[in-house]
């Protein structure tokens, strides 16, 4: 893919199509998902979303999300700790001022480390995985497929 046609990708409204089977009552996850909602609305790039419930399957919904492109849509669901993360990526590489091409642009890298980073994902995952805290034993595919890389030391 050209350069123009991964900008033009990258610029195009982007469409987040979510369903959402329950596990919980609908008014606790109405609750839980407006919350998130109100968060992401107030991120960049963010247009608007729709949630529906299905008229014959009272714990099934979809949620429909326009972002204003991929990369927007991408950003808001960056834990704080990776956004800073890049942030300070794009920085030392600026000031750095090497020269990146093709040839030399896999021998340039940015070590970065932190004593704890990536809280606020642990937490929700820990959320999603003990029925909000109300299991002690809990069920690990209830939780994203990234869990445990929160887990491993900065």
Same mark, same amino acid.
């Given at each position: 893919?050209?350069?123009?046609?991964? #900008?033009?990708?990258? #610029?195009?409204?982007?469409?987040?199509? #979510?369903?959402?089977?329950?596990?919980?009552?609908?008014?606790? @996850?109405? =609750?839980?998902?407006?919350?998130?909602? !109100?968060?992401? =609305? =107030?991120?960049?790039?963010?247009?608007?979303?729709?949630?529906?419930? +299905?008229?014959?399957?009272?714990?099934?919904?979809? #949620?429909?999300a326009?972002w204003?492109?991929?990369?927007?849509? +991408?950003?808001? +669901?960056?834990?704080?700790?990776? !956004? @800073?993360?890049l942030?300070?990526?794009?920085?030392?590489?600026?000031?750095?001022?090497?020269?990146?091409?093709?040839?030399?642009?896999?021998?340039?890298?940015?070590s970065?480390?932190?004593?704890?980073?990536?809280?606020?994902?642990?937490?929700?995952?820990?959320?999603?995985?003990?029925?909000?805290?109300?299991?002690?034993?809990?069920?690990?595919?209830?939780?994203?497929?990234?869990?445990?890389?929160?887990?491993?030391?900065?």
């Amino acid at each position: 893919m050209s350069d123009h046609e991964l #900008n033009t990708a990258e #610029n195009a409204t982007v469409v987040f199509v #979510n369903r959402f089977t329950l596990h919980t009552s609908p008014e606790e @996850f109405e =609750r839980a998902f407006d919350t998130t909602a !109100q968060f992401l =609305r =107030r991120q960049p790039g963010f247009l608007q979303s729709t949630l529906s419930r +299905h008229a014959d399957k009272p714990d099934s919904y979809l #949620n429909i999300a326009r972002w204003r492109d991929a990369r927007s849509f +991408h950003a808001a +669901h960056l834990d704080r700790a990776t !956004q @800073f993360a890049l942030a300070a990526t794009r920085e030392a590489l600026t000031d750095s001022a090497l020269p990146r091409t093709p040839d030399t642009a896999h021998r340039i890298g940015v070590s970065l480390g932190s004593a704890v980073g990536c809280t606020r994902k642990l937490e929700s995952q820990y959320l999603a995985i003990s029925d909000n805290g109300r299991r002690w034993l809990v069920d690990h595919t209830r939780g994203s497929d990234r869990l445990y890389d929160y887990f491993v030391p900065s």
